[in-house]
């Protein structure tokens, strides 16, 4: 019995409501005067929660281990994020926001260079053509049918487009179709196992019409297929600890991950602001609130401290805003670290901020990575973090007589 | 390999003895100036202890997680009390003393009130009668008898008693008997798997003479079964640990939790005192001690802080004879939690002392659950425990070469 399990068996009604405030990449490294982008911003709200807080850092997925946005979040939604892992086609998929049903099919497509007599790949991408190019092709892929195949094709980026079919029988364990260098041609897709033998003949299809219709463009006449994946039907937050939940999320990766665990995902806007007024107007409606705030981590991405810094100030600011509609657990963390001097994710603890009624309180005064070193809460795992939330919230029943 | 294997096959002789002193429910949450029961008792013994101990908190099965008696004692003991799970008749058994070999089938009942005419339930529990009018119908309840089955019946409280079956074949996996509702007749006894069949005929012909014998009493003219379950044939102490263990306890329950795992039980009285006295008499016998405090359990139960505090203090008295024995190995903590605050188990953390030789010493100058943040022992699991006192009673040979 794992802890999906668990939760799935112990879960009881409680009128208190959870929010999980997260900080895309919020984990810094020391910086200005030694202090990391969380310590150097000034954060008077969170700070003076953090004494009727417990407080502590948290492992995303395993220490050492850098997480994707996919992991880091599911991992903070509770689930084993190496035995639920999602396909690299469904989360390209779900970061240019299209829904993924039940017997959706996914991949991410690069548009290639072939030599027109030899058919052997000259530039796995295609020069890099620009993202205009790429939608004018992908137009013109959309003009491939296959009976009993709903496709839609979408440009992602220079050379790179997402694949999504839909249809009955359409399973994964299907290899990729690019060698991975030039000089070969691209491959087939084979069935890794018997289940996906539908998917293979359809995908191989389309692959036949599409090299057939890009055979005279220049320089991308040709096409690759990886990540081929399926949505990988994960149990839903309703099933799993029986809470209505509600996600806030301004970026179309986190609203499809959201989607992946059955949140339902209101238009929230483009800011914190537009945030913070969807979460007032849907609070009645839910009893969890996943509330992401992205522009930390793409700063940190940048490598710039100070933006960081005042994106993090800026969530200090809606605290008091949160906490006048009175959720019974208020849980502020990040999916990852994105530390300014790695201009990356990274496998950094998170600092963790607890707040709830019935609390072991801890010598911790303020939010920060050092701070939390002295926090009741220890040293956790990102996983832990929704059945401590779920126990404060009065949500859990005793296990075992 | 899980942990019960490693330690089944690293352990040594040693002659250096363990106490394991469980104090029941001693986690506690803030209260008076802000401190919990434990902080708040005046414990000079075990404040001297902490100087020369390790200190840390331990969470009894996984964060969030409240565990009832049976995990929370077997995860004291080492025991995955996920995977090792007791069933709900077999507590209920062990909570009135009955003892359970490995071929019992024990039972939760209810007497509860049928329609005399169409056989459905009216009252599911018969209008909660009192105990000794549950005595009287169990006295009627023993005349029956089934070939090759021993069979004892015995009243629990009110309503409910406890039937236990002794004899060959007989398997759990079955279904109970209570529909859950009024209106409803009590549903016959199913099997779920092939083994559990003959348990299945011998519980309803057990039920049919049952109800022959109460028809004409009022108002409990019928019963259900529930939580059907067979002693999980743990694999004992002297197995796993090749210790010869000692539980002191005063309550049924804990008696027979450490009847599980194959400790031998002697009678220790009602009181504290009698604990002490029944730990000194069988000094020589054991390697192994399991010492059990009841009644922080119950104050934290009833919400009542200074009586709690009351029995912390008690059991501070003792440590001086405890010590004069000469462990090799002393651990101090609780099974779970009990907050007065909340009036009922919980999740949070307990704090744990190890007191032994070779250790490395910390900051912590008290046992309280904030000060036990600073421990050297860090924040582990109840099922760390066992391994730790294993190792620094020198019982625990090196893995691998």
């Not at 900080?23 to 150097?40: I, Q, R, S, V």
């Not at 009955?168 to 069935?191: C, I, R, S, W």
């Not at 191989?204 to 297929?225: H, I, M, Q, S, V």
């Amino acid at each position: 019995m794992d802890q999906i399990e668990l939760m799935k068996e112990l879960h009881v009604p409680s009128g208190k409501k959870i929010i999980l405030l997260v900080m895309d990449g919020l984990g810094g490294l020391p910086g200005k005067n030694g202090k990391t982008e969380l310590e150097a911003a000034r954060t008077p709200n969170m700070d003076t929660l953090s004494r009727s807080s417990m407080m502590g850092l948290s492992t995303p997925v395993a220490p050492g281990i850098t997480p994707g946005s996919g992991p880091g979040h599911l991992a903070l939604f509770g689930y084993d994020a190496i035995k639920y892992q999602i396909g690299r086609g469904v989360l390209e998929a779900l970061g240019i926001g299209l829904e993924l049903g039940p017997e959706s099919l996914a991949a991410r497509g690069n548009f290639c260079s072939l030599d027109p007599a030899s058919g052997e790949i000259t530039d796995r991408r295609a020069g890099r053509i620009p993202t205009e190019e790429c939608a004018r092709l992908v137009e013109i892929l959309r003009q491939i049918t296959i009976d009993g195949v709903n496709i839609t094709v979408q440009p992602v980026k220079d050379y790179r487009f997402v694949l999504v079919l839909k249809g009955e029988g359409l399973h994964d364990g299907l290899t990729e179709t690019d060698p991975q260098k030039t000089g070969l041609k691209p491959l087939p897709v084979k069935p890794l196992r018997k289940e996906a033998e539908k998917s293979a003949l359809v995908l191989n299809e389309w692959l036949d019409k599409a090299f057939e219709l890009l055979k005279n463009e220049r320089p991308a006449n040709g096409c690759t297929l990886r990540g081929i994946a399926t949505n990988p039907n994960l149990p839903t937050f309703k099933e799993v600890y029986g809470l209505n939940a509600c996600a806030i999320a301004t970026y179309p990766m986190y609203k499809g991950i959201a989607r992946l665990v059955g949140m339902d995902v209101p238009d929230a806007g483009d800011t914190i602001e537009s945030e913070i007024k969807t979460l007032r107007e849907k609070w009645n409606d839910y009893d969890f609130f996943f509330f992401h705030v992205k522009k930390t981590d793409s700063y940190g991405e940048d490598g710039n401290f100070d933006a960081k810094v005042e994106v993090i100030e800026e969530t200090d600011r809606i605290i008091p805003d949160i906490l006048e509609l009175g959720p019974g657990v208020l849980v502020i963390t990040g999916d990852h670290s994105t530390p300014w001097a790695l201009k990356s994710h990274s496998w950094h603890e998170l600092p963790v901020l607890l707040h709830a009624d019935n609390i072991r309180t801890d010598p911790v005064t303020e939010f920060g990575e050092t701070a939390c070193i002295m926090g009741s809460l220890g040293h956790i795992r990102h996983t832990d973090i929704m059945p401590l939330a779920m126990a404060y919230a009065a949500r859990l029943t005793k296990f075992g007589a």
